[in-house]
């Protein structure tokens, strides 16, 4: 089996049409591999968002191939892409957007019952994550009650609860103190391996990218390895 994960081949995403047109993406090439982390760091508007709304299957690329786990995606319908977003890829957002009205449990538990997992299979796959992020004390607590970096561990904890491929991680540690985003980026990390998965990271704080296996960067519309 590749240790190949994700892998974007000439990936162009244009808006609009005519002398109006904005190509964000001009052939971006990019492979992530089973348990790597790659930092994704880039100067605002250069198309990190797109690039990641593409490789989570959020949006489709104007032309080029991506491969999520050896499937082409590029012809499925959109029932078909649904249903590998929901199994294989996990998000994690700067935000944390967990339901409030819901414990950090029920918040990881929730997408594995929409997955057609059992409540106590789901329950017991959250308490363990939880666990392994060293959050299960906090489990009964609703996300009002948390601090803000057990809120993330939380979102991780529900990003990785369908044991996902591929995680996609959005300036997970931007409103985080960097005591915290350490804290927080250990705990992703950790689960990344653990797990065999793969993450690519988009953030601007460089003392985290350069944590990561490798750092690249969009430039002119193409992905590039850098360092920091």
């Not at 049409?17 to 790659?38: F, M, N």
């Not at 996609?168 to 980026?185: K, Q, R, Y």
Request: glycine share 8%; proline share 4%.
């Amino acid at each position: 089996m590749s240790d190949a994960l994700l892998s974007l081949r000439n990936v162009r995403r244009t808006y609009g049409d005519g002398e109006g047109a904005i190509h964000v993406l001009t052939g971006a090439d990019l492979t992530v591999s089973r348990g790597e982390i790659v930092a994704l760091v880039a100067p605002s508007g250069a198309g990190k968002s797109t690039l990641l709304h593409i490789c989570g299957l959020l949006e489709r690329p104007t032309d080029g191939e991506v491969d999520i786990d050896g499937e082409r995606t590029a012809k499925l319908a959109d029932r078909q892409r649904t249903l590998l977003r929901r199994h294989k890829i996990g998000y994690v957002y700067q935000f944390h957007h967990l339901l409030p009205e819901f414990s950090a449990l029920e918040n990881v538990t929730m997408p594995q019952l929409i997955a057609g997992e059992s409540q106590s299979v789901g329950n017991e796959r959250a308490m363990a994550l939880l666990d392994a992020l060293g959050i299960s004390h906090r489990a009964d607590h609703r996300p009002a009650e948390l601090s803000g970096g057990e809120q993330q561990r939380v979102a991780i904890a529900r990003a990785a609860a369908n044991r996902p491929s591929l995680i996609l991680a959005d300036e997970p540690t931007g409103n985080l103190d960097p005591g915290t985003s350490d804290t927080v980026f250990r705990a992703l990390s950790d689960l990344i391996r653990k797990q065999n998965a793969g993450c690519i990271i988009a953030t601007h704080n460089h003392d985290l990218a350069r944590k990561a296996d490798r750092i690249v960067t969009i430039v002119d519309g193409k992905v590039h390895a850098t360092t920091l």
